[in-house]
């Protein structure tokens, strides 16, 4: 691939893929925006932009083979420091590795995403550090290439490797992820007209806690929901067809078993229903929260989503944005 002076690093394009760039001289910055996982009908792999803050992550090139952390700081600054630990950091370890390289990169990470909050932060390092590293390659490697590398960091986070924040984060838009081995990403059209509205509660959940209080084994009555339900979303979106979208946004399988981590989560839900959204709800492993409405009905969906929280002396925060936006991009 040839270099190019600062476009996008991984941006929707006309067709609705992505492409991976690099840059000129020794460093490299990447925006990395938070995202929704699961969106409901696609537990750990379906997942959706929702820029409404974002990681920075700075990698420069040094000349030994190795990965140094420069620096930490933003809305978390106690990260793991050891290489392994740390998502901005294994995935670089192991490129590294991989592709025999006899110089190395130093990673300055500025979190915009609050830890434990279900907006895809440790998923956003992830990408934002490959993103950079591949563009200070050589040869820089496909998109599908980095996706890998990005998500061995978030695997260090949740202790599992799910791709539904990273996919998001990386290819921008609306993903569903067929395969990680190989890499299968799959756009979504979503119609121009449905919005998402994201409401952060001020509370932290732990991906890893949630994951856990997942049963080990699920009704098949609830697996063949769920299974009608992710095929109808596809329908939905590949027609156009917001009704069945919105009749599509349903969790039989995650949601049941973690709603009660999220203080107030069902009067949340029931408010963005009466409000007229699609759909609402955890997003990822929670506390977040979102729902999807048409674009004339969103503002009242993220007040009544708002006002829910604040009737349970919840503070919260919230936005109302686009689904089809870029992934990652160099700054
Ligand atoms: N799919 C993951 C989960 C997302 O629900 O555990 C974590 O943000």
Redesign the pocket.
């Known amino acids: 691939m040839s270099r190019s002076p600062s476009p996008p690093a991984s941006s929707l394009n006309s067709s609705g893929t992505s492409e991976v760039c690099s840059v000129d001289g020794d460093e490299a910055t990447v925006y990395a925006p938070s995202s929704i996982?699961?969106v409901a009908v696609g537990?750990?792999v379906l997942g959706c932009i929702a820029d409404v803050a974002g990681d920075r992550v700075t990698v420069r090139r040094i000349d030994e083979p190795t990965v140094r952390i420069a620096g930490i700081e933003g809305t978390v600054t106690d990260l793991p420091t050891a290489l392994e630990q740390n998502t901005a950091t294994a995935g670089l370890l192991r490129m590294i590795d991989d592709l025999g390289l006899d110089f190395g990169f130093e990673v300055y990470l500025q979190k915009g995403i609050p830890l434990g909050s279900?907006m895809?932060g440790s998923?956003a390092s992830a990408v934002g550090s490959a993103v950079a590293a591949n563009a200070l390659l050589d040869d820089p490697l496909s998109i599908d290439r980095v996706f890998a590398y990005a998500l061995i960091g978030e695997a260090v986070a949740?202790g599992?490797i799910?791709p539904?924040?990273v996919a998001p984060c990386l290819y921008g838009g609306v993903v569903l992820t067929r395969s990680v081995d190989p890499p299968d990403v799959i756009h979504l059209p979503v119609p121009e007209t449905v919005r998402c509205v994201l409401v952060h509660p001020d509370r932290t959940v732990a991906?890893r806690d949630?994951?856990a209080r997942l049963p080990e084994r699920l009704p098949y009555d609830d697996i063949v929901q769920q299974t009608a339900h992710i095929a109808a979303f596809v329908a939905g979106c590949y027609r156009g067809d917001v009704d069945l979208i919105g009749r599509s946004l349903r969790d039989f399988i995650?949601e049941p078993y973690r709603a009660e981590l999220v203080p107030g989560f069902s009067s949340v839900k029931r408010a963005a229903i009466q409000a007229g959204a699609l759909g609402c709800s955890l997003?990822?492993?929670g506390p977040a929260c979102f729902a999807w409405a048409r674009a004339g009905d969103a503002d009242d969906v993220r007040t009544a989503m708002l006002d829910a929280f604040g009737d349970q002396d919840v503070p919260a925060e919230a936005w109302v944005v686009k689904t089809q936006t870029p992934g990652a991009r160099l700054v």
């Open positions: 996982g699961n537990y750990d279900g895809g998923a949740s599992a799910h539904d924040n991906t949630a994951r995650v997003s990822g492993a």
